[in-house]
């Protein structure tokens, strides 16, 4: 009989491990392999369980993404086939991203999670898990890099977003759209994503801070004078619409100083599409204004995963040019 595909499970709480304490709420108490014992189909896999942490999405940290890191190329040297990670749904578009850059393996990697606990009615957790294992032992999601697969539909990290609160269908990509999803038991790939970017993992687990600062009307950027004494080594810039700033903001001695000595990026608080390079250029804080003065493009990333990149960078000791290089590779959407 042919063998049985060989699938680590990684599980680091969140909703799909809660279940509701009565007078407390829903906390991580439930192991995935109690989860699985409850799903008949995936007796037809053998599922590895790796230590797990349970843990709330919003207390995983960048040591968890490396740690988990860590977990998925040992589980992929040990022979396993494939290997699923389940996590809290607030976290996961930074997770799957910083884990996306991080793992150059062919083998399907897949992040799952759930928008409703155990003790829900219409629990979404086990239905996301069997499918997640399906797609990370199906040669057909080889060479994607990372994936998430919630709901039946299967996402590019590099995409993907939690776009609600509360609905089952939370998990977005809005510029590509799932590569693809299962269809019963099957696995179909309609659009693989032209070209994978990585990173090498910190030799350093030393902690980088990068502060992620989002544009609002009136934004008067007193924080900016602080940032530095605050210990920060980088700064995100969720700019307005095509990536534009208060003038405030933009006021060139503030962002002068602050460019000089850390790599300040930005990006778009829209969400989708990729930031402006040459169309706006007339005012303070326009496009051309900042990327005139050192600012680095970030093209088509939004806050979180710009976020990511830069911390991953500043902890290899990436130079200025070598972070400008590497958010010019990724930031657009094909190439």
């Given at each position: ?6 699938i ?7 909703t ?41 999405s ?30 809290g ?12 850059l ?5 083998a ?26 399906r ?12 994936l998430?697969v ?9 995409f ?47 902690p980088?801070a ?13 924080l ?9 080594a ?14 405030q ?34 005012f ?31 902890m ?20």
């Amino acid at each position: 009989m042919p063998r049985q595909p060989r699938i680590a499970v990684i599980s680091y709480g969140g909703t799909i491990a809660s279940a509701v304490k009565p007078g407390v709420g829903a906390a991580p108490s439930v192991s995935m392999s109690e989860i699985a014992a409850q799903i008949p189909e995936l007796g037809g896999f053998e599922l590895v369980h790796q230590p797990s942490r349970l843990v709330a999405s919003p207390h995983m940290t960048v040591d968890d993404l490396l740690d988990i890191n860590d977990a998925v190329d040992t589980a992929i040297a040990q022979g396993c086939d494939g290997v699923v990670i389940t996590q809290g749904t607030d976290t996961v578009e930074e997770i799957a991203f910083g884990l996306d850059l991080l793992y150059r393996g062919p083998a399907p990697v897949v992040i799952t999670a759930a928008m409703r606990n155990a003790s829900m009615a219409g629990a979404d957790g086990p239905a996301n898990l069997l499918a997640s294992v399906r797609v990370a032992a199906s040669p057909t999601a080889r060479d994607l890099g990372v994936l998430v697969v919630v709901n039946d539909e299967i996402h590019a990290a590099r995409f993907v977003r939690k776009s609600h609160t509360a609905n089952t269908a939370a998990f977005r990509s809005a510029a590509s759209g799932p590569l693809g999803w299962v269809a019963e038991a099957d696995v179909r790939i309609l659009v693989r994503p032209s070209r994978r970017f990585h990173v090498n993992p910190p030799k350093s687990r030393e902690p980088v801070a990068v502060c992620l600062m989002k544009m609002a009307l009136g934004e008067d950027g007193r924080l900016l004078s602080h940032l530095r004494a605050a210990g920060f080594a980088g700064l995100i810039i969720e700019g307005f619409g095509g990536g534009h700033v208060t003038p405030q903001v933009a006021e060139p001695e503030r962002l002068a100083a602050l460019v000089s000595a850390i790599p300040v990026v930005l990006t778009s608080r829209a969400g989708n599409g990729e930031i402006l390079r040459s169309t706006y250029g007339g005012f303070a804080g326009s496009e051309m204004d900042l990327l005139g003065n050192g600012v680095i493009f970030a093209g088509a990333l939004d806050g979180p995963k710009a976020r990511i990149l830069l911390i991953l960078l500043r902890m290899n000791g990436a130079s200025r040019g070598d972070i400008a290089k590497a958010f010019a590779e990724i930031g657009p959407l094909s190439g």
